[in-house]
């Protein structure tokens, strides 16, 4: 049983390599195919519209709780792979990208929430701190792309897809290989196609997704936006700095977060901590005028970070609420029906910046984030009681 988690996580981090792949490498396939300025935010959101209709299709049908997790995580990781694998071709077009992109977020929905599925059907006591470490893995995943765009500098930028590929393969291999049904697996015993419509109705879960949504909203759209703002500082100082090491430097600090919060939900009820990463990111949100334009380079990369660490703390612990107050046979699905919803808003953001940025100075554009960590927080005030001192030891997790 012990080592069933460090494979788990492993797995997810090699698999969820692929999600920034395309993001890592668009400065130079930009070049190449001359992409306008704008593409940025259409590449990032084609992968959001595919996880989206993934977890649409995998919840409606509740593929996550009917068929064995690990299968489900190796296909979807070999098909999502394929995908990835294909932006590569020579004389590819814009559209042609977006469309296998997108194929590629499709699959993540059976890699990213099947994983935490996963994990829930092995742990059960202390389990908000044992999958602390595998949203951490999530956050380091979705990272490694620009560290190996950074790595592999001198090379032509197909060898970064060539390696996330080869990763994700590896990862749903040992999935399969190495980690069958859990113990406290239960399966579904039939396609329950109300399941998706049920989920809101029961208050606490409602409460816990509004904090996740508002969570989501400055997210992905931080993440995406970073290496623009990053390579905007070099030009209008004049510096060289790496915004592909930068850029995964920042995003992957959030892997340390999330597992200080697991370990810290043991003292802590998931909604403190969640209400103050909360409410800590959407500060930065706020004042990132003053601090990221700034001459300090030092100023900048050390707020970045702590606002790196601030944005997915509360990821781990917005899930266990909602897996917590999720029936067992379901929980797999009312996971993924919350991810689906999250990563929509997603979208809503990323194009949003991408809008402003055609019509604003950069130096504007973070502000805007902090609407949904402020939502957020609202929505939690909301709920009551999200989770009792009894149901407190018992705990899931969710990004």
């Given at each position: ?44 959101s084609a992968v959001q519209f595919g996880f989206i209709a993934g977890t649409l299709v995998f919840s409606i049908l509740t593929v996550a709780d009917k068929f064995s997790p690990s299968w489900v995580f190796f296909c979807s990781s070999v098909v999502a792979s394929a995908f990835n694998f294909a932006i590569r071709i020579e004389d590819i077009s814009a559209l042609e990208i977006l469309l296998f992109r997108f194929g590629t977020g499709f699959f993540l929905a059976g890699i990213y ?287």
């Amino acid at each position: 049983m012990k080592k069933i988690l460090p494979l788990i996580v492993l797995s997810q981090f090699l698999s969820t390599s692929l999600w920034f792949a395309g993001n890592a490498v668009l400065p130079d396939f930009a070049k190449e195919i001359k992409l306008a300025p704008e593409y940025l935010g259409h590449l990032t959101s084609a992968v959001q519209f595919g996880f989206i209709a993934g977890t649409l299709v995998f919840s409606i049908l509740t593929v996550a709780d009917k068929f064995s997790p690990s299968w489900v995580f190796f296909c979807s990781s070999v098909v999502a792979s394929a995908f990835n694998f294909a932006i590569r071709i020579e004389d590819i077009s814009a559209l042609e990208i977006l469309l296998f992109r997108f194929g590629t977020g499709f699959f993540l929905a059976g890699i990213y929430p099947v994983g935490m599925k996963i994990a829930s059907d092995y742990f059960q006591k202390g389990l908000g701190k044992s999958l602390g470490f595998l949203i951490g893995a999530l956050v380091l995943g979705t990272a490694f792309p620009h560290l190996v765009r950074s790595f592999l500098d001198p090379l032509p930028w197909r060898y970064v897809i060539d390696a996330t590929t080869v990763l994700a393969l590896i990862g749903g291999l040992t999935i399969v290989a190495f980690v069958p049904n859990g113990p406290y697996r239960k399966k579904s015993h039939g396609f329950d196609f109300t399941v998706f419509f049920k989920v809101f109705k029961t208050k606490s879960i409602r409460s816990a997704a509004y904090g996740y949504f508002g969570h989501m909203w400055e997210l992905y759209a931080f993440w995406a936006f970073l290496p623009f703002i990053l390579q905007y500082y070099n030009s209008i100082h004049e510096l060289q700095l790496d915004a592909a090491f930068w850029s995964f430097t920042i995003i992957a600090v959030g892997a340390i977060s999330c597992s200080v919060a697991g370990i810290l939900s043991g003292k802590f009820t998931p909604k403190a901590i969640a209400s103050f990463a909360l409410a800590l990111s959407g500060i930065c949100s706020f004042i990132s005028p003053l601090l990221v334009f700034q001459d300090s380079q030092g100023v900048l990369l050390v707020f970045l970070i702590v606002w790196g660490l601030a944005v997915t703390a509360d990821s781990p612990m917005f899930s266990t609420m909602v897996a917590q107050n999720a029936p067992e046979a379901t929980r797999g699905t009312s996971l993924t029906i919350v991810n689906s919803v999250g990563f929509g808003i997603t979208i809503i953001s990323i194009q949003l910046l991408n809008f402003l940025s055609l019509h604003l100075d950069p130096i504007y554009l973070f502000p805007v984030l902090g609407l949904g960590p402020f939502l957020g927080l609202l929505g939690l005030g909301f709920g009551s009681n999200l989770i009792s001192k009894k149901r407190h030891s018992k705990q899931n997790i969710n990004i």
